[in-house]
């Protein structure tokens, strides 16, 4: 019994929200949102910092996601991995550019290591198990992908990996695609910043606050004060 209650309300969340349901002309702040704005594009000044690309489905949650970590001046949303220069929101839905929802995430390596970056990417803010699916979304644009830029990255990816799934702590092995970074597409003005501006939406409540909570109850070490 219970696992049909569980079925039929995972169902009524799918129905009632998705990461693509809303519309630009609808992207308007709503009342009770963080005060602290994320909808930045990325620093002018990156002296210092370094550059890390994840995809795990939604951007909106994997944004905010990063955003809260410590040592991370800005986490932006785009689309990466995919063959179509600059492409919109509506051209990845189709599936046929080959990119994936993507957060360019720019940080201090002084304060926050890759190692660190990819132990939550892997852990607690997304499923890294379940093919070209996340939660009700589904499709090649929100397949897993973690994106290196050096061979040292990518060691730190695989031995993630190895790791994670050394743990059991998933009922199923890892997916996720460990790719050479190529280019990232930042994504339209309306999705930078989402989940603060929209905290009542059904779905940033029931999906994106989910993976949200999960970082902050594995990493609070590692957590902005104040977020």
Same mark, same amino acid.
């Given at each position: 019994?219970?696992?049909?209650?569980?079925?039929? +309300?995972?169902?009524?969340?799918?129905?009632?929200?998705?990461?693509?349901?809303?519309?630009?002309?609808?992207?308007?702040?709503?009342?009770?949102?963080?005060?602290?704005?994320? +909808?930045?594009?990325?620093?002018?000044?990156?002296?210092?910092?370094?550059?890390?690309?994840?995809?795990?489905?939604?951007?909106?949650?994997?944004?905010?996601?990063?955003?809260?970590?410590?040592?991370?001046?800005?986490?932006?949303?785009?689309?990466?991995?995919?063959?179509?220069?600059?492409?919109?929101?509506?051209?990845?839905?189709?599936?046929?550019?080959?990119?994936?929802?993507?957060?360019?995430?720019?940080?201090?390596?002084?304060?926050?290591?890759?190692?660190?970056?990819?132990?939550?990417?892997?852990?607690?803010?997304?499923?890294?198990?379940?093919?070209?699916?996340?939660?009700?979304?589904?499709?090649?644009?929100?397949?897993?992908?973690?994106?290196?830029?050096?061979?040292?990255?990518?060691?730190?990816?695989?031995?993630?990996?190895?790791?994670?799934? +050394?743990?059991?702590?998933?009922?199923?092995?890892?997916?996720?695609?460990?790719?050479?970074?190529?280019?990232?597409?930042?994504?339209?003005?309306?999705?930078?910043?989402?989940?603060?501006?929209?905290?009542?939406?059904?779905?940033?409540?029931?999906?994106?606050?989910?993976?949200?909570?999960?970082?902050?109850?594995?990493?609070?070490?590692?957590?902005?004060?104040?977020?």
């Amino acid at each position: 019994m219970n696992m049909l209650r569980n079925g039929l +309300a995972a169902l009524l969340i799918t129905l009632l929200a998705s990461c693509s349901e809303r519309r630009p002309a609808e992207a308007q702040a709503e009342p009770g949102s963080l005060t602290r704005s994320t +909808a930045a594009p990325a620093p002018a000044n990156t002296a210092g910092l370094a550059v890390a690309t994840f995809a795990g489905g939604c951007f909106w949650a994997t944004e905010e996601v990063f955003e809260e970590l410590r040592g991370v001046k800005a986490a932006v949303s785009g689309y990466s991995g995919g063959t179509v220069a600059n492409p919109s929101y509506e051209e990845v839905g189709t599936e046929r550019t080959g990119h994936a929802e993507a957060v360019q995430v720019y940080y201090d390596p002084k304060q926050i290591s890759y190692q660190q970056l990819a132990d939550v990417f892997f852990k607690a803010a997304h499923d890294p198990t379940t093919p070209n699916r996340q939660g009700p979304d589904m499709g090649p644009q929100y397949r897993s992908v973690a994106f290196y830029r050096t061979p040292a990255e990518k060691k730190v990816l695989e031995e993630s990996i190895s790791r994670v799934n +050394a743990s059991r702590q998933y009922g199923s092995p890892v997916v996720t695609q460990v790719r050479p970074y190529r280019q990232f597409w930042p994504a339209e003005g309306y999705h930078q910043g989402y989940l603060r501006l929209h905290p009542r939406e059904s779905y940033i409540q029931n999906i994106s606050m989910v993976k949200v909570e999960k970082v902050r109850h594995t990493f609070p070490q590692l957590l902005k004060n104040p977020l």
